[in-house]
């Protein structure tokens, strides 16, 4: 599962590890796993000064729809209060949890700090890409 991080990253520099692993969520290779929280965080940080300058918006639009189309939407019904630091990544770890996914792709350093939730684990795009 890929969060909001590595979204972002892929979106920014094309030719990097989170860039590559979109590529094979594209071709089918992987599943990603979404939930309106984490889209709705995506489409916010687009919309950012930092991203909005270095991208078009139908660009935006089209990654948005993109990332929505090439990813199974679940619906966390477990709250977690795991991640102190920043308690907007517990969203992330409350997807995975839904999704029962293996693990969280992330460049963030709270989640990473992390490591595991129960059997998800939490890893950079360079470990994930790795492993698989």
Do not use: W
């Amino acid at each position: 599962m890929l969060d909001t991080n590595t979204l972002i990253s892929s979106l920014i520099s094309r030719e990097g590890n989170p860039a590559k692993i979109i590529e094979k969520l594209a071709a089918g290779t992987i599943i990603n796993y979404i939930s309106k929280p984490i889209l709705q965080e995506v489409d916010a940080v687009m919309k950012r000064p930092k991203i909005k300058g270095i991208t078009s918006r139908p660009e935006r639009e089209f990654f948005l729809n993109f990332i929505k189309t090439i990813s199974t939407e679940v619906k966390p019904t477990k709250k977690i209060d795991v991640i102190n630091e920043d308690p907007t990544d517990n969203r992330i770890i409350e997807c995975a949890l839904a999704a029962r996914a293996h693990y969280i792709v992330t460049g963030d350093k709270h989640l990473l700090k992390q490591g595991r939730y129960e059997k998800t684990e939490i890893v950079t795009a360079k470990d994930f890409l790795d492993r698989i």
